[in-house]
């Protein structure tokens, strides 16, 4: 058990195009989920924590206007990378966090996103 | 906040051998440490963690070592195969009665198995 999908896998769009990411415990109830990016060859940096029904809370640095996180249920939370641009392409992965197991988290196979 | 180290960068080993990486750690709060392989492309994949009321974990050839006094904990890699070659990320959290934190990564450790 404890499988998280994400979808889509790969994304190549236009600078200016807005993209959503989807987060999925496929098995399990998730209160907490993550969302993290990750640059080439650099490690996994944790961007927002998404808590189910109520507002992300955000990385120092990270814009919460330019990266619009919604959770919406125990299963699902999504990242909206709004007015993408070249140097927001990168691989965003999230994870999922089961309410009564917090540790190890779980995580989706990540989108590559990449901004033309 | 948590601030991670994590070294070598990269560390090359005949197959066979041992390999070890270290981190340290900055948060005394911190009390989870998992360790993530990459591989190119892919999401990480847990192959060990510990927790702070725990000195030493091992599972088969893999091991974990945490001194909790000193911030710092270590992966221990035995009779290395070229299939652990990829990327080795440590990275810590905090877990209490609420919930985890976000996990802190390491910038981590290419492992190159040499034939």
């Known amino acids: 058990g404890a499988v998280v999908s994400q979808h889509p896998s790969r994304v190549i769009c236009k600078s200016g195009t807005s993209v959503k990411i989807e987060c999925r415990s496929l098995d399990f109830q998730a209160t907490t989920m993550f969302w993290y990016r990750q640059f080439p060859k650099q490690s996994l940096m944790l961007m927002a924590t998404s808590n189910e029904g109520s507002k992300a809370t955000y990385e120092q640095g990270v814009e919460k206007d330019k990266f619009l996180i919604n959770h919406a249920s125990l299963t699902l939370s999504t990242l909206t990378v709004t007015s993408a641009h070249p140097e927001d392409s990168s691989f965003y992965i999230c994870?999922?966090?089961?309410?009564?197991?917090?540790?190890?988290?779980?995580f989706g196979d990540g989108t590559r996103l990449s901004i033309l | 906040g948590e601030n991670v180290e994590q070294h070598p960068s990269t560390l090359s080993v005949q197959e066979g051998d041992s390999a070890v990486i270290k981190c340290t750690y900055s948060d005394s709060a911190s009390n989870y440490f998992p360790w993530y392989k990459q591989e190119l492309g892919k999401r990480p994949q847990l192959i060990i963690d510990?927790?702070?009321?725990?000195g030493e974990k091992k599972d088969q050839r893999i091991a974990v070592t945490l001194n909790k006094t000193a911030k710092h904990f270590s992966l221990h890699i035995t009779e290395t195969q070229p299939e652990d070659s990829a990327v080795y990320f440590c990275?810590?959290?905090?877990?209490?009665?609420?919930?985890?934190?976000?996990?802190?990564f390491g910038k981590g450790t290419h492992l190159i198995i040499q034939p």
């Open positions: 990275a810590a959290s905090e877990h209490s009665g609420g919930g985890a934190d976000g996990l802190t």
């Open positions: 510990i927790r702070s009321n725990v």
């Open positions: 994870s999922a966090q089961r309410q009564e197991a917090p540790q190890p988290q779980h």
